[in-house]
Nanobody, 115 residues
Framework: QVQLVESGGGLVQAGGSLRLSCEVSGSMFRIYAWGWYRQAPGKQRELVATVASALSTNYADSVKGRFAISRDNAKNTVYLQMNGLKPEDTAFYYC?????????WGQGTQVTVSS
């Protein structure tokens, strides 16, 4: 059974940085592309960054140039380095597969950016 455990969120001032981690178990981690998703209050969940098994990355326009996604296959972990944070980045952040996300979602990690 897959488990997704996100961590690293917190309260930060605008312009600050955070590094999120997502530990994955119960999945063939290395063969899949993984993504970071976020959901702000009253909004739909959106995909903000992806990292493929071959390590190529893609970003939503709203975070391009500020966020960096990476993965460590030895640790079954996906990371999201977030720099230049803005109040509009405030949301719960989750990780999941990109293609056919698991029905199960972790608890997420909350990021709050104050102005």
């Amino acid at each position: 059974q897959v488990q997704l455990v996100e961590s690293g969120g917190g309260l930060v001032q605008a312009g600050g940085s955070l590094r999120l981690s997502c530990e994955v178990s119960g999945s063939m981690f290395r063969i899949y592309a993984w993504g970071w998703y976020r959901q702000a209050p009253g909004k739909q969940r959106e995909l903000v960054a992806t990292v493929a098994s071959a390590l190529s990355t893609n970003y939503a326009d709203s975070v391009k140039g500020r966020f960096a996604i990476s993965r460590d296959n030895a640790k079954n972990t996906v990371y999201l380095q977030m720099n230049g944070l803005k109040p509009e980045d405030t949301a719960f952040y989750y990780c999941n597969r990109v293609a056919r996300p698991y029905d199960y979602w972790g608890q997420g990690t909350q990021v709050t950016v104050s102005s």
